[in-house]
């Protein structure tokens, strides 16, 4: 599988596991443990995590499948985001819902995690969600001190568009340090990061993209949603023509971008993790990324 470089010390596979809906799932730590290492077979070995997700529990759910296996770690890069408080009956200072960036949070998050997730170090870690209130100095001297630290490896951000990731990257440049991620919602069905520039300006400086939702939370399998109606009536002789499954087209569709987007999938099934995996070894024509692309606008281009 190819990989994409993040920064000199981190390199992630081109499509990444999510753990969002872990909790739902309802496994035995075997059980996880056994998919973990079905995923790192199929070259898989970057895992997406973040504090709040299952009120609190997935990092949990996963530290103990990745504790079955001592060795299994060194085969992954874990990513894991902070920065949103949700009321939870199972984290005292959860007493609300807001956004939280400052550096105790920051840092109490990131222990908190590497607890839950049983590691001593994260490979990347993203504010989940820009802040009216954010201070970017403040984030720069948690991030600083949990890079010298050791704790983290990379550092980056999600659902930043261009000027929350300028005044958080000023400042950070100021201690040589970089924000290498942007996890952003991107689909054929949701192109308001293609079409509002974000993406090229990630990409003009080097920001690799995650593309969460990336076949739009099922929206792209809704025949009754008029823009998915037309989406697929591109998509579904493209699938023929390939002999692979809608999944995969999307998957390609994706990859074609130059931008280095990594779809984030929050499948339990490995059939659908093939699927998307089938999508990486084919490559679309101009013409029918351009196919799809207008379809989801509705219009064609000028």
Request: proline letters at 4%; one cysteine or more.
């Amino acid at each position: 599988m190819e990989r994409v470089k993040i920064n000199q010390h981190v390199s992630f596979s081109n499509v990444i596991q999510g753990s969002w809906r872990a909790k739902d799932w309802d496994w035995t730590p075997q059980q996880l443990n056994y998919y973990i290492n079905e995923l790192v077979e199929r070259g898989i070995t970057t895992m997406d995590h973040a504090d709040i997700y299952g009120d609190y529990s997935c990092e949990g759910i996963f530290g103990e499948a990745l504790k079955l296996s001592p060795n299994l770690r060194e085969h992954l890069e874990i990513v894991s985001k902070c920065g949103i408080v949700l009321p939870s009956e199972h984290l005292a200072a959860a007493n609300g819902h807001r956004y939280d960036h400052s550096k105790k949070h920051i840092r109490e998050t990131v222990e908190r995690s590497l607890k839950q997730l049983q590691v001593e170090q994260l490979d990347s870690l993203l504010i989940h969600k820009p802040s009216p209130l954010m201070d970017p100095h403040e984030i720069t001297e948690a991030v600083k001190s949990l890079v010298k630290e050791g704790k983290i490896k990379s550092f980056g951000v999600s659902n930043f568009n261009k000027s929350q990731y300028d005044l958080l990257s000023k400042c950070l440049v100021c201690d040589k340090l970089h924000i290498t991620l942007n996890q952003l919602e991107v689909s054929p069905y949701t192109l308001d990061a293609i079409e509002d520039g974000t993406i090229n300006y990630m990409y003009k400086d080097d920001v690799k993209i995650m593309s969460w939702s990336p076949l739009a939370g099922g929206k792209l399998f809704d025949l009754e949603d008029e823009k998915s109606a037309r989406i697929t009536a591109i998509i579904s002789p493209l699938a023929q023509k390939y002999n692979v499954t809608t999944t995969a087209i999307i998957m390609s569709w994706l990859k074609k971008h130059p931008a280095s987007i990594m779809p984030v999938l929050g499948t339990q099934k490995i059939n659908r993790i093939d699927e998307a995996l089938q999508g990486m070894t084919i490559t679309l024509t101009d013409q029918e990324w351009f196919d799809i692309y207008t379809a989801s606008l509705g219009h064609d281009i000028p």
